[in-house]
């Protein structure tokens, strides 16, 4: 790509882009490689150079050539960076992870892209909605992501669009719609032999339809073309990306058929004939190209004819390319504005019969660190090439090879000879590894979640907090989440004001799972500062041993304590506490923190019995009184990862030494950690903390000084400001130091008070436990804190502290030698030991470096002695040279020497003066010590790095290093507690950096290859054998290199036929770098000997032409299924894996599930197979990288159908288990699968990571069915089966009785699971005898996974649909429900016509009589006022008396209340009932009285005639009160009336309507708000009133937004299918078709068994005018609805075609269903009504005669003939009446007496 500065002109012509210059928009950050430097792009000095000729301004005039010439070649081409990405650009891609929801995808030039589920096609699109939208997602055909995507697969894409990140990074979002990724084609383009991309649109009978994006063309793939990519019986999947091939094209395009067969695609690639052009042109193109010109980071092609395309260096396959070469080529992108093509020339692109792999080439981590890797190109504009040591190639983006405020320096990074670089990804499209060689990143402490343990420290960043909890960042893509009940030692109930986004917490890791990267953190204090063991895994977790722990769950019988990993236990109710606890609920609490003591521990079933009284009972008191100060002896007892546990010495009190108290010097103490050992006696210990049950030690020699001068504070009252204290750093946060003094008193220091110098990050000045003098400066007597400052300028430090922290630094570290030289009693120790600082030894110069020199000495055999490049400089040295050093610095642990040749150090001594001043110069340093010369004394002495206690080091400029000079001043000239060293004082304000130095490193050589040695048989071990050669060095023989393979028998052990001292011949086959376990892995982690690796085998020793044997090649020779003879090398408890090996340089893994064949062996396979057993294992998987591969001990080393195999649970869930099988498979048990007899709560009996025994009925989609069941796993054992497997609906039949699980409970019935396919149901009506209101009385006694003894009544072989019976009649079985619910039964047939006549006619006598003015015909009731124009609608059943019996009614006529408003509140079927207000009794005497203070006489006529008029006043007022139809006119008469009548939705409405008629809408919402609060919850069809109120309310006043709201909120709180049906009628009053129409097909789905659903949804549809519609709805309603509602739901559906569709058609309708039940008289009835309204008199008539003549009782004959007579009387003539009183008396002569009757 090329890159060009941007002019912005004023005017005229806007410049455009030349041939050699493309502009192009650059985002700020990469995708991989996000970076934050300026993006603004810089002309490169040599760029003028390069291309000859200054590149001049563009002329106007020329400007409109230059636009026209896209595809142009650049001259300097550079990969893909993301800041050139854009809208639009076509990529190939490769599939590198997929989730449910997103496909990662690897772009070109590591970039990455993510392909949304949105993003796929239109038709999964539709399906998705479709899915969403149902309530039962089994029935839709719908296959997630997973089933569509696999990694590895290449896909064409295009990118949708470009998103920042959170983090602000650019996020790719790409697409695979062949309708963006083809919208460049059009039907005349498409040609014979083209590769296109598209996804499934449907799946047709022969075939499928492909959708390819290009408007106007079908394209159809046929299956038996399918069946060669798939390879299978399977089908393809609507929404499944495919690549194929056109192979026909007709019509103009219109109609292509397809092919996908792999190897032709492969093979096709685009000609000119194709007519391919830059805007058409498609990434995954194979072409023919010709090479135009070699560049030194990537070719210019030419292909097609004349198109132009580059090729960066990352997809050339080869170096040597030449001008001229024809080559072939995949398109790799294609940038859409300037149309610039990348190409790629990798073969696993561009030959047939190759594809991306998946698998990482060799065994390299992501995040791993690498060392010793070279540069082998770099590219200035792109990146550089690393070779990695096992010579795999990695890229290193611009952005990541220097840190980003480094300045550039190209020259120096390709010029240095090896390179440290962390891999960051692995880009599957361009194979190769991404990393990075910024500092920063390979500094980083955790990369992966990999490298977190359980129970380890960390410290984060808060990022944010949560309902459940708070996530907290360790680094930029790590993080984990600290559970709301782990935020503290308590619940907090705002945690938002202890935690902030982006403050630094400490935090203490519960468990990792790094598969799913999740993480689980505590911020509980206790738990984090626990110094006792971790339970990490229930080997840790001994009986007697004491841990913190956190309640999970607080029971009646006892407490539920969990560790780290999640390992829990139970401490029941007996071991709470020593006092009874009678209810646990009421004394503990979940997430509390206690001590738990372990009782017994079961490893093999993971159970712990655990103790919190135990752990919490006080030690047998002694009277031995430890006084804070006093000095004591201990012998130590236990060594823990926090101190050392105690017993003082004589009285056996127990105590804690913490690592931390073992010395001033923090260096120091993991050293005599380390080498102290369990009954050592340690002198000089002094306590320092006394509480109930804890006496803690210390040795630091200033606390114990301290102590003993009397410089402490014994209790918070006698601290006082201005105090100094010697004390210890206790923890560090972010706003300072917590110290910690003797007695348990702790201060804090804050930012601003811990040193003199500006801190930024208060973490980075102290370590813990480092000792400190802190002066008080602030005292809180109320919460009795205090605060001191650490600053050296105001802290007064001890006369001589400098010079006794020194002699006790050194006295410590020359106790650490002497122990060691003792315990270990070897000369070279004791050797080292005598050697003293600036001693000359006459050494032999070894080996040269270019960093240091080696030596070696007689001796000190065995010891490393070494010289840094500064202390041989001007000195010319040979190998072999003698000379003589000074000796600087000796390492007793490791064995390195550190000398000098400098003439300085090794000229005559001279003597030195007390008081004297030299310049000093630094020769070596160490963490807390380092050596210095003094002058041209050629005296060498000891000083601390640490001028202070308190000193704080920010920078490394400010740090002790060779070369360094400052004054000192001399004190002692021979100081005995130096060893005769003089001892000096400095002052830090004087060092002067001269020079730098060189690292220091270690290397030493061993034997050839091939070398025939002798040695001594040092000692024997089951995996090997120590020889010690004749040559003094030890060497180690593998259990494998022992005797020959033929000789070996299985179960025995190769190494126990040598014997310890017995003399043997071997030859050296390698050599090998392992770390010495004898010293501290901690202070010397780079410490390595050269071990070589030798062989006994004799065929070995005698070979002449003896060769060597790669770890490559060894593996090479195996096979997937070969049979090999191995050795037990190593097990691993946590991972439960067995390492077995077959050579020194190959070790193989044996899982878990491929080592056992008994899940009782799971405990502890480590008993099955010892440690240097010879054992036959199968291989199940060979890689050569890294040098591992796979193994099985069980005999099987793949899973066929049909076979038992181990599994392990790793899920339970609903319907059953998740297993994961050998070799990486996994598996599902369905809940029918796992038992022969099923059980109530079957899945009880499994739990996570528990191993059973599968039998593997068949692999789909990946994914193993299994069965537990014992007559599949041992079916030789011959048990009978209770419950048989059901395999297929062929299997069951009608009348069957069969036992299932309860699947759901719904409205539509129970729900059974029969199989793992076949589900079956039982209505309602069939499930229970009992009545029932709601289905939810069943759902609470048929909880998921019951079993349940069923019948079936019938199967429906097409729907796959069975129906079942759970009625005690059919099962012989007691009723699913108790009696003890005391529900009535549900009466059947006559019995329940008897009950039914008798409800209706108590229903009619108790009806109300207080209103006798009441009409029962009244439709509509008027207020007075007639000016409101509002109108109520309530819809009332209407007892006419005068009706026919026999006729039934279709509908119920509505009446009309009005009441004062602007618009009609409509509410539906029988939804509003009017609630009459009850009389009033108040009394209005207060209003009516006069008001005047002084009354005038009046006369006794005129006081009589103002009596009545007041007594008539105030009849009318009460007359006024108590009319319920008055409409009250203020809010105050509405509040007096709802005082008496509450629950009345009338009065709540009518007062809504007051305040619409005055527009005053938010009132009117209070009230409804109101309404809804106060109505009883008992009174639901008054609710229900207020809801359809309200949500009317919203859809004429409100918005969308609200009125959706309102609906929801309706939903809740009644029932749901009214509310539905109510919002449906409102919609569709309001002429809101598409909002009316939408929520129907959501109603049809939701209440599918309901038939008024159906019914209002073919009214509106016919009301619209959508016949067609509605015609498909009934038939989709018979499908849903039960076979016994089908005729009624036919015959409404007529009536409404009568009322408001083709009547012509719903008289076919009627015709058709009376056809088949004539017998059907309501519905003849009916009949007749609608064709008195709709039909002719003809038609009419013929009717009747039909009606008349059914072969029905006399008595509906009968009828029939009067309403006959009745029609011809009202319609007819004379002659016609008579003409039906003739008939009636002929039916009368035939039928005789009975009709007569």
């Known amino acids: 790509m090329s890159t060009v500065e941007e002019d912005f002109p004023r005017g005229g012509t806007a410049r455009k882009p030349t041939e050699s210059k493309i502009v192009e928009q650059r985002s700020d950050v990469d995708n991989l490689f996000q970076s934050s430097e300026l993006t603004e792009t810089k002309k490169r000095k040599g760029a003028d150079k390069d291309d000859g000729k200054k590149v001049k301004k563009a002329k106007a005039g020329k400007g409109k050539e230059d636009a026209l010439k896209l595809n142009a070649a650049g001259k300097l081409v550079e990969i893909l960076h993301v800041k050139n990405v854009k809208d639009g650009m076509l990529f190939l891609g490769c599939v590198k992870e997929v989730t449910d929801f997103e496909v990662t995808v690897s772009l070109p030039c590591g970039l990455q892209g993510f392909l949304s589920i949105k993003n796929i096609c239109d038709a999964y699109t539709k399906l998705l909605t479709e899915h969403l939208e149902s309530d039962d997602a089994e029935t839709e055909d719908f296959f997630s992501l997973p089933h569509l995507f696999y990694p590895g697969m290449v896909i064409r894409c295009i990118v949708a669009k470009l998103d920042t990140a959170k983090g602000g990074s650019l996020s790719i979002q790409l697409s695979v719609n062949p309708k963006l990724v083809n919208k460049m084609l059009s039907s005349d383009a498409l040609k014979t032999g083209m590769v296109l991309s598209g996804c499934v649109e449907s799946i047709e009978e022969h075939g499928y339809l492909i959708d390819i994006g290009v408007s106007g063309s079908n394209a159809f793939l046929p299956k038996n073309s399918a069946k060669d990519m798939l390879n299978s019986s399977e089908e393809l999947k609507v929404g499944q990306y495919v690549t194929s091939l056109v192979e026909k094209v007709k019509n103009e395009g219109r109609v292509v058929q397809l ?106 981590q992501i995040g791993q660190v690498m060392e010793k890797c070279k540069m082998t190109a770099l590219h200035h504009a792109s990146g550089a090439i690393l070779e990695l040591p096992d010579e795999t190639q990695a890229f290193v983006h611009k952005n990541h090879i220097k840190e980003y405020s480094a300045p550039a320096n190209e020259n120096r990074t390709l010029a240095k000879s090896e390179h440290t670089c962390r891999i960051l990804d692995f880009s599957l499209i361009d194979q190769i590894y991404f990393a990075s060689l910024r500092e920063s990143v390979i500094e980083r402490p955790f990369f992966r979640y990999q490298d977190i343990k359980p129970g380890q420290v960390v410290e984060g960043t808060v990022s944010v907090l949560l309902d459940h909890g708070m996530v907290v960042h360790l680094s930029n893509h790590i993080k984990g989440l600290v559970p709301r009940t782990h935020l503290s030692d308590i619940l907090l109930k705002n945690p938002e004001k202890k935690y902030m986004e982006g403050m630094k917490v400490k935090c203490r890791v519960l468990s990792v799972d790094a598969e799913n990267r999740k993480m689980s953190l505590t911020r509980k204090k206790a738990m984090i500062e626990s110094s006792l063991p971790l339970f990490l895994n229930y080997a840790d977790a001994r009986p007697g041993r004491v841990s913190h722990g956190y309640i999970v769950s607080v029971k009646s019988f006892g407490c539920i304590v969990r560790f780290y990993n999640n390992v829990k236990g139970l401490v029941p109710q007996n071991e709470l506490s020593s006092e009874a606890i009678v209810s646990p609920e009421e004394v503990f609490y979940i997430g509390q923190v206690l001590k738990a003591k372990v009782l017994q521990c079961d490893l093999e079933k993971e159970k712990l019995l655990l103790s919190f009284r135990a752990a919490t009972e006080e030690p047998p008191k002694s009277d031995f009184e430890c006084e804070v100060g006093k000095k004591v002896e201990a012998q130590v007892l236990k060594k823990l990862v926090s101190g ?58 200033t606390v114990k000084w301290a102590l003993e001068e009397g410089i402490s504070a014994k209790d918070f009252s006698e601290i006082t400001v201005g105090m100094q204290l010697c004390g210890w750093i206790k923890s560090i946060m972010a706003y300072g130091v917590f110290v910690e003094f003797p007695y348990g008193l702790v201060g804090l220091a804050p930012k601003s008070a811990m040193t003199d110098k500006f801190i930024t990050d208060a973490t980075t000045a102290f370590e813990l436990g480092q000792t400190v003098i802190a002066k008080v400066t602030n005292l809180d007597e109320e919460k009795r804190r205090f605060l001191v400052t650490l600053k050296i300028s105001e802290v007064i430090s001890p006369v001589g502290d400098q010079q006794t922290r020194l002699t006790n630094g050194l006295q410590e570290r020359r106790a650490v030698g002497e122990m060691l030289s003792i315990r270990d009693n070897s000369d070279l120790r004791q050797q080292l030991a005598n050697l003293s600082l600036g001693q000359r030894v006459k050494l032999t110069v070894d080996s040269l470096e270019d960093t240091h020199a080696t030596f070696k000495s007689d001796e000190l055999s065995g010891a490393t002695i070494m010289a840094t490049k500064n202390h041989f400089i001007g000195l010319k040295l040979t190998p072999g040279q003698k000379t003589t050093t000074a000796v600087l610095f000796v390492d007793i642990i490791s064995g390195v020497v550190h000398v000098s040749i400098l003439s300085k150090l090794l000229s005559k001594k001279k003597s030195l003066t007390e008081g004297s001043k030299y310049a000093a110069t630094v020769q070596f340093v160490e963490k807390d010590f380092a050596v210095v010369s003094l002058g041209d004394t050629a005296q060498v002495t000891v000083i601390q790095t640490h001028s202070h206690l308190n000193e704080v080091i920010l920078y490394d400029s400010e740090r002790l290093k060779p070369g360094m000079t400052f004054e000192v001043e001399v004190i002692d000239p021979t100081c005995e507690a130096l060893q005769g060293l003089p001892l000096v004082s400095w002052e830090r304000n004087a ?237 599902t048990a369905f809940i029918t699968d796992l038992l022969d007899a099923y059980k109530p709560n079957a899945l009880d009996a499994f739990s996570k990571d528990q191993l059973v025994k599968c039998f593997l009925l068949g692999c789909e989609k990946g994914k193993w069915h299994l069965s537990l069941r014992q007559s599949r796993i041992n079916p ?83 729907e796959e649909l069975v129906d079942l019976s759970l009625l005690p009649v059919d099962t012989g079985k007691p009723d699913v429900l108790p009696e003890s619910l005391g529900l009535p039964l549900r009466l059947l047939g006559e019995e329940k016509k008897k009950h039914d006549t008798k409800r209706k006619r108590k229903l009619s006598e108790s009806q109300p009589k207080e209103a006798p003015t009441k009409k029962k015909t009244n439709k509509k009731a008027k207020t007075e006022d007639s000016d409101s124009g509002v109108e109520v609608y309530f819809r009332e059943e209407e007892n006419d008396e005068e009706t026919k019996p026999d006729s039934v009614k279709s509908c119920v006529e509505q009446k009309r209340l009005q009441v004062a408003g602007g618009f009609s509140w409509d509410a539906g079927l029988n939804s509003l009932k009017p609630v009459f207000v009850a009389h009033q009794g108040e009394s209005s005497d207060g209003e009516d009285q006069d008001t005047t203070s002084k009354p005038q006489k009046k006369s006794r006529h005129e006081l009589e005639q103002e009596k009545k008029e007041a007594e008539k006043a105030l009849v009318k007022r009460e007359t006024e009160l108590m009319n319920p139809s008055l409409r009250p006119e203020d809010d105050a008469a509405f509040e007096r009336l709802l005082l008496a009548s509450p629950n009345s939705s009338l009065l709540w409405l009518q007062y809504m309507a007051h305040h619409l008629q005055a527009t005053q809408i938010e009132q009117a919402r209070a009230i409804a708000e109101r309404a809804l609060k106060t109505i009883s919850f008992r009174e639901e069809q008054e609710k229900l009133n207020v809801w359809v109120a309200l949500l009317n309310l919203e859809n004429m006043y409100g918005t969308e937004e609200s009125l959706k709201k309102v609906f929801e909120r309706a939903l809740q709180f009644c029932e749901p299918m009214p509310v539905y049906q109510q919002l449906a009628d409102l919609y569709a009053k309001s002429e809101k078709t598409k909002e009316a129409e939408a929520l129907y097909k959501t109603m049809v789905k939701k209440f599918r068994q309901n038939k008024a659903v159906w019914l209002s949804y073919g009214t509106f549809l016919l009301q619209q005018g959508q016949s067609d519609a509605a015609s498909a709805l009934l038939q989709r309603a018979l499908k849903s609805l039960p076979s016994k509602d089908s005729v009624d739901v036919i015959a409404k559906f007529a009536q409404l075609e009568f009322r408001y569709g083709d009547a012509e058609k719903g008289r076919a309708m009627l015709d058709k269903v009376l056809t088949s039940y004539p017998k059907r008289t309501d519905l003849w009835s009916v009949f007749i009504d609608l064709m008195v309204k709709h039909g002719s008199q003809k038609d009419v008539r013929a009717l009747f005669d039909r009606v008349i003549h059914l072969s029905v009782s006399v008595k509906k004959i009968k009828f029939f003939f009067k309403r006959y007579l009745e029609y011809e009387k009202k319609h007819g003539t004379p002659q016609s009446v008579q003409t039906v009183k003739e008939k009636a008396m002929e039916f009368v002569e035939s039928k005789g007496t009975e009709a007569a009757s």
Not at 1302 to 1311: A, P, R
């Open 1276 to 1358: 030789g054992l011959n048990k009978p089966v209770k419950d048989t497997e059901v395999l297929s609906l062929d299997s069951l039949k009608p009348g069957q009785i069969i036992r299932g699980f309860v699947k759901s409970v719904s409205e539509q019935g129970v729900f059974m699971r029969l199989s793992r396919r076949i589900t079956g149901r039982a209505q309602l009506q069939k499930s229970t005898q009992f009545f029932l209101s709601s289905h939810s009385v069943l759902a609470e006694h048929l909880p998921p996974n019951t079993v349940l003894t069923t019948k079936i009544l019938s199967i429906d072989q097409k």
């Open 644 to 701: 050392l546990e105690v017993t003082i010495l004589p009285d056996g009190v127990h105590a804690a030494l913490p690592t931390m108290h073992l010395s001033d010097h923090m260096s120091n103490c993991p050293l005599l950690w380390e080498n102290i050992q369990e009954g050592d006696t340690i002198s000089n210990l002094v306590c320092f903390n006394k509480s109930k049950n804890n006496i803690t030690l210390t040795k630091k020699p």
């Open 991 to 1227: 060092a002067k950096r001269h020079r730098t130095d060189s690292e220091t490193q270690t290397t030493t050589k061993g034997n050839c290859f091939g070398d025939i040695v002798c040695g001594t048989v040092r000692s024997v071990k089951p995996t090997c054998i120590q020889v010690t050669l004749d040559s003094g060095v030890v060497g180690s023989v593998h259990v494998s290199e022992v005797l020959e393979l033929d000789n070996v028998g299985l179960g025995s052990f190769p190494t126990s036929s040598v014997k310890v001292g017995s003399r043997v011949k071997a030859r050296v086959i390698g050599g090998r770098e392992v770390t010495s376990h004898r010293f501290l892995p901690f202070s010397h982690p780079k410490f390595k000997y050269n071990c070589p690796e030798l062989t006994l085998i004799s065929s070995k020793l005698e070979a002449i032409m003896f060769k060597p044997v790669t770890a490559k090649e060894k593996l090479s020779s195996y096979k997937v299924g070969d049979d090999i003879t191995c050795f037990v090398s190593k097990f691993h408890p946590d991972k439960k894996s067995l390492e077995i090996t077959t050579d020194p340089s190959v070790t193989g893994t044996v899982e878990l599930l491929a080592m056992i064949t008994d899940p009782k062996d799971a405990g502890h396979p480590e008993k099955l197979y010892k440690l240097g057993q010879a054992v036959q294992a199968k291989v199940v998987e060979v890689g050569s990288k890294p040098h591992r591969f796979v193994l099985s001990l069980t005999g099987t080393f793949k899973l066929e159908e049909g076979n038992v195999t181990m599994g392990m649970v790793t899920n339970v869930q609903p319907h059953g288990l998740q297993a994961r099988l050998p070799f990486g498979h996994s598996g």
């Open 259 to 364: 092919s996908v067969n792999p190897k032709t695609i492969a093979q096709a690639f685009a000609g000119s004939d194709q007519k391919w052009t830059l805007t058409s042109i498609l990434p995954g193109l194979l072409v023919n190209a010709t090479i135009n010109k070699v560049t030194k980071h990537g070719l210019l092609l030419k292909f097609l004819s004349d198109f132009s395309g580059q090729v960066d260096f990352l997809h050339m396959e080869a170096s040597n390319y030449k001008e001229g070469d024809e080559v072939r080529a995949c398109v790799l992108y294609v940038e859409p504005t300037t149309r610039l093509v990348g190409l790629s020339l990798r073969s696993y692109l561009v030959v047939p019969g190759t594809r991306v792999d998946s698998v990482y080439p060799s065994g390299i």
